[in-house]
């Protein structure tokens, strides 16, 4: 059971790249979420979705794009990369939403620098 | 606008002594209190949680309180260990939506 597999997990970007940071979950979960983490600053959510076709913003949205074709997948895409979107991006998952029902999966990150 | 703060980045703990970990939060309508741990190069993983309804929750070694007046809420881990060392992200839940709002974490070393 692969649970939540990110990819890829490093990437140097130049200012003005785009880029795609792709996210896959085995466990068919409903809600899919894309947070970041910089240092001292705990994980922002960047975008979430409740089920293949519908995504929301989260705190910190500007410059990502997302969609949900399917509820397995949950690509982040990045259009004209700026060195403010350095960061660690985590993907993650829960059945329901609710920690009343279940914890929420993490992936194992994917690490960017934009230079 | 930091609705959950960790105000304390690092904590170090001997071995077999309490390490007590402390979060604050503002908002009044998060529903369930979250803990997880992070190792280098790993996403974080899920700990324990508290429902707002509750003030305490038990796990094996590892407790978290809760104080809805104060707004404040703290893990305990009783007695610590070595291989405890790692991150530890307070996170509030908000009902609608399942979003998770994460505090800014806290390294804790515990040392043989």
């Known amino acids: 059971n692969a649970g939540v597999t990110q990819t890829p997990k490093f990437r140097i970007l130049k200012i003005g790249q785009s880029m795609t940071l792709q996210c896959t979950q085995d466990?068919?979960?409903?809600?899919m979420y894309w947070y970041r983490q910089d240092p001292g600053m705990g994980l922002k959510l960047i975008y979430y979705s409740v089920g293949a076709g519908i995504t929301d913003k989260g705190e910190v949205p500007n410059g990502y794009n997302v969609s949900r074709s399917t509820t397995e997948d949950f690509p982040l895409r990045l259009e004209l990369a700026a060195p403010s979107q350095t960061s660690v991006y985590f993907c993650?998952?829960?059945?329901?939403?609710?920690?009343?029902?279940?914890?929420?999966?993490f992936g194992s990150g994917t690490r960017l620098t934009v230079v | 606008d930091q609705q959950v703060k960790q105000n304390s980045p690092s904590l170090s703990v001997q071995e077999g002594r309490i390490s007590i970990l402390n979060c604050d939060y503002t908002?009044?309508?998060?529903?369930?209190f979250l803990w997880y741990k992070k190792y280098p190069a790993e996403g974080p993983t899920f700990l324990i949680s508290i429902s707002s309804i509750k003030d305490k929750n038990e796990d094996g070694r590892f407790t978290v309180f809760l104080n809805k007046s104060a707004k404040h809420l703290s893990l305990h881990i009783v007695p610590s260990q070595p291989g405890d060392s790692a991150v530890y992200f307070c996170?509030?839940?908000?009902?609608?939506?399942?979003?998770?709002?994460f505090g800014q974490g806290t390294e804790l070393s515990v040392k043989p």
């Open positions: 993650a998952s829960s059945y329901s939403g609710s920690p009343r029902v279940d914890g929420y999966t």
């Open positions: 996170a509030a839940h908000y009902n609608q939506g399942g979003k998770l709002i």
């Open positions: 908002n009044s309508m998060f529903d369930y």
């Open positions: 466990m068919n979960h409903n809600y």
